[in-house]
């Protein structure tokens, strides 16, 4: 069982080596992260990495090992029965089959792909439980992969900071980061 990747404190600068080994020990192609935005899939294979910055949203990615390939969904919203079957990722029941479809995964494949989930943090402090999205988010994710079978190998989800999902799907590994902002100087009432 290969090791999982514990996240570095801070994200690397610009031109410095990834968190991760470069496959083979060769040198990485240096390229910047393929971004998914709020609201779709990516998928990638070989050299490519990809990446999705999240706040109450939350990032699903499948890695498939065997195949060697990676995708990842930004979910903006847990659910809308509406758009449950067509291609996406804004909402969380249309993106867990959207992955697997794009994927090209039958049934039979799922014990042979790995699932990261991140995000769903609070953003807004002091609102309703209704506009919790985040925790909203983070339930959904956990409720549509369980409905796939699908094996979830790490999760990072809820808190209050946002986070950076990426996937390099060179080796299958991934880095999870926190996003930690300080305020400074800032008066309260």
Not at 69 to 84: D, Y
């Amino acid at each position: 069982m290969q090791a999982l990747l514990n996240p570095p404190v801070q994200p690397p600068l610009a031109g410095a080596a990834l968190p991760w080994p470069a496959p083979d020990d060769t040198v990485h192609s240096g390229r910047a992260p393929l971004q998914v935005t709020m609201g779709q899939l990516k998928l990638g294979a070989r050299t490519d990495q990809l990446q999705a910055l999240l706040g109450s949203c939350v990032g699903i990615a499948l890695i498939w090992k065997k195949r060697g390939v990676c995708a990842l969904a930004h979910c903006l919203l847990p659910e809308c029965p509406q758009m449950a079957d067509e291609f996406g990722a804004r909402y969380v029941n249309q993106a867990v089959p959207s992955l697997l479809r794009l994927l090209g995964a039958s049934e039979a494949d799922h014990a042979d792909i790995d699932v990261v989930v991140a995000g769903g943090a609070t953003m807004l402090n002091g609102c309703s439980s209704r506009l919790q999205i985040g925790q909203q988010n983070a339930e959904a994710a956990r409720k549509y992969l369980r409905q796939h079978s699908l094996n979830v190998v790490y999760c990072r989800v809820g808190g209050k900071c946002g986070r950076t999902l990426t996937i390099d799907c060179a080796t299958c590994a991934y880095a999870v980061q926190e996003i930690v902002t300080t305020c400074s100087g800032a008066t309260h009432a």
